[in-house]
C-alpha cells in the first residue's frame, strides 16, 4: 500500500499547509468553508491550485451551508490505528453545494446511521487545539 | 496501438511461492523469479537490455542487472501505483514495439506479509506526495485511514444503489479459494472454504467481512516481454498481448473515487474495458477466462459491471452459487486462486496465471484457455490487459 500513515504517529493531525489551509482556518473558526472559483462558480473539494472545470486559479473560501446527507458509510469493528476505538463509522457526506467530504457523525450510534440520511455540521474539539468538522442528524 | 495488440507477446514467466513469510530478502526472491523468467523463454540475462520496475520495490533495477549478470540496458524506468501491473507489462510492450529494446523484463517482490526489507513508503509528511498529503488531510483525521476502509466506502454505496445482499459477494472468495485450494504454491494449498464460513466470517470493516480482504504476502513474480517476431525463436508457445490499457480519470486517487460523480462505478475500469476491446476487436462474450483484481471481494461483481460482462447492479447475482465463475464453468475467474485464493502480489500473480491458462499450464486446468482478460488496480489508477493465442 502506497498510501504513507504513520501508525506509530498519535493523531492524524491535518497540516494546515498549501492548498488547504482556508479550509483548516475556517474549521477552526468554526466555519466549514470549501474552495470556490471566482470565474465559473465550481465549489471544489478537496482544495486545489486550480479550478478543474474553467482552469482558473482565482479562487475564494466560500461559506457552505453546512447541510448534506450521507452518501456513504464505513463502520470500522477493528481499528486501524490507535487514536481510533472501534467500532468507529466514518461517513462520506455530499453536501448541498455539491461537494463530498469524509467525517464522523456525532450523537448517534454507528448501526443507526443510514445513506441518505439529512446531517448538519458540527465542531467538535478532538483534542486539545484541534477542531474537526463532524456531522449531526437533522429532522 | 496497432504497434502492441498481437504484435508483442509474453514469452518467460518466474513466479515464487506466496508465503507469510519467505525468509529471503526482496532482491533474492526477485533474483529467483527473474532466473526462472529467463530460462522459461530460452534467454540468457545479457539477451535483457529493459527493464520496467515499480516505484515501491526495494530491488531497484541495477540490483537486478548487478545480480543477474545484465548489462547492456537501453530502456528502464519505473511505474507507480498498487494497480500498475498491467500497466508494468504496456511500458515494456511500447519498449520493444518501439524499438527502443529487444528483451523487457518486468518484476515484483515484495515481502508484503513479513515486511522483511519491504519498499516502505515515506513516513515524513513532509515527503509524502501531493496525494497522499490529500487523504492524510482529509481523510485520516477522521480516521478514514485503510484500503478496506476505502472499499467498504464504495462498496456502501454499490450496496445501497442496487439493494444487493453483502452474503452474496461470499461466492467470491469461495471461488477463489477453491481454486486457490489445488494451486500448491499459493498460501491457501488443500484450504478451501464454504458459504457458511464466509457467513460465519467477522465484520472487520463494515460491510466487508474478514474474508473479503485478501492477506499479505511475501511473494515476487517476473515477466518477460518481446516482440511476436522474436517471440516465434524462443522456447515457449508466444503467449501474445491483444490488448493492453492504463486508465486514471478526473477525481481519481490512489485506491479511493470519494469524489467521483459515482462512486459505485469503477470509473478506471470501465475506461480500461472501452480500450481493452477496442484494441483487441473482441468483446466480453469472447473471453474465456477472467483475472480480476480481487483484493477485496465486492469489486469484482462492481468490475464485472464496468467491464460490461453483466449489467449495473447484477454482478454480485452473477457470481451467486459461484457455478458460472468456477473453473469449468462460463467464464472461470481467477483460476490460481488471486488474491484471495493464491496471494497478494499486486495482481502479477493474475498476469503470469493468464499466461499459464494460454499456454495450457494452469494448476487447475485441463486444457489451453484464450483469451484471458486481466485487471489490477480496480480503485484507480487502474490498468488491464488481454493476452490469447492469436486474433
Known sequence: MSIAYDLNHPFPVPPAAWESAGFWEGVQRRELVFQRCTECGLWVHPPRPACPRCRSFGKEWARSSGRGTIYGLVIYRQSPHPAFKAPYAVVLVEMEEGVRMISNMVGIAPEEIRIGMPVEVVFEEVRQGLILPKFRKVG | ?391
Not at chain 2, 472468495?173 to 491457501?188: A, F, I, L, W
Not at chain 2, 467521483?260 to 477496442?278: H, M, N, W, Y
Not at chain 2, 459491471?305 to 475467474?333: H, K, Q, S, T
Request: overall charge negative; hydrophobic content about 40%; aromatic content about 6%.
Open chain 2, 1 to 391: 496501438m496497432d504497434m502492441i495488440s498481437n504484435k508483442t507477446a509474453i514469452v518467460g514467466i518466474g513466479i515464487s511461492e506466496f508465503s507469510k513469510d519467505s525468509g529471503k530478502t526482496e532482491l533474492r526472491m526477485a533474483s529467483e523469479v527473474i532466473r526462472e523468467a529467463l530460462d522459461d523463454a530460452g534467454l540468457v540475462p545479457p539477451d535483457i537490455d529493459g527493464i520496467v520496475v515499480h516505484t515501491d520495490d526495494a530491488s531497484d533495477e541495477i540490483a537486478a542487472v548487478r545480480t543477474m549478470g545484465m548489462g547492456n540496458l537501453t530502456f528502464f524506468g519505473q511505474c507507480r501505483w498498487d494497480g500498475a501491473p498491467c500497466g508494468m507489462v504496456m511500458r515494456a510492450a511500447i519498449g520493444v514495439a518501439a524499438g527502443m529494446a529487444n528483451y523487457v523484463l518486468v518484476y515484483r517482490a515484495v515481502n508484503g506479509s513479513s515486511k522483511r526489507r519491504m519498499g516502505t513508503p515515506s513516513r515524513d509528511i513532509a515527503q509524502m506526495s501531493t496525494s497522499a498529503l490529500l487523504q492524510w488531510t482529509f481523510h485520516a483525521p477522521f480516521g478514514q485511514i485503510s484500503a478496506a476502509g476505502a472499499v467498504a466506502m464504495i462498496t456502501s454505496r454499490y450496496l445501497y444503489e442496487y439493494g444487493i445482499d453483502p452474503d452474496k459477494f461470499g461466492w467470491i472468495p469461495v471461488v477463489c479459494r477453491g481454486h486457490g485450494s489445488k494451486n500448491p504454491r499459493g498460501m491457501y494449498y488443500g484450504q478451501p472454504i464454504a458459504i457458511e464460513d464466509y457467513r460465519r466470517s467477522p465484520m472487520f470493516t463494515d460491510p466487508l467481512r474478514l474474508l473479503d480482504c485478501h492477506e499479505n504476502s511475501d511473494a515476487a513474480a517476473a515477466l518477460i516481454i518481446t516482440t511476436l517476431e522474436r517471440a516465434k525463436d524462443l522456447r515457449q508457445k508466444p503467449v501474445r498481448i491483444l490488448a493492453v490499457a492504463q486508465s486514471e480519470v478526473a477525481e481519481t486517487e490512489e485506491k479511493n473515487c470519494f469524489y467521483s460523480p459515482r462512486l459505485s462505478e469503477l470509473p478506471e475500469i470501465v475506461r480500461v474495458g472501452e480500450r481493452l476491446f477496442a484494441m483487441s476487436g473482441l468483446a466480453p462474450r469472447h473471453i474465456r477466462s477472467i483475472q480480476l483484481d480481487d483484493s477485496y471481494a465486492p469489486l469484482v461483481p462492481m468490475q464485472l459491471e464496468a467491464l460490461g460482462f453483466c449489467a449495473p447492479g447484477e454482478g454480485a447475482a452473477f457470481c451467486e452459487g459461484g457455478d458460472r465463475i468456477r473453473m469449468g464453468g462460463e467464464i472461470p475467474l481467477n483460476t490460481s486462486g488471486g488474491s484471495l485464493g493464491e496471494g497478494y502480489l499486486y495482481g502479477l500473480n493474475h498476469i503470469i496465471e493468464a499466461v499459464r491458462l494460454v499456454r495450457g499450464t494452469s494448476p487447475v486446468q485441463a486444457g489451453p484457455l484464450s483469451p484471458v482478460l486481466v485487471t489490477t488496480g480496480a480503485l484507480g489508477p487502474a490498468s488491464g490487459l488481454i493476452v490469447g493465442d492469436g486474433l
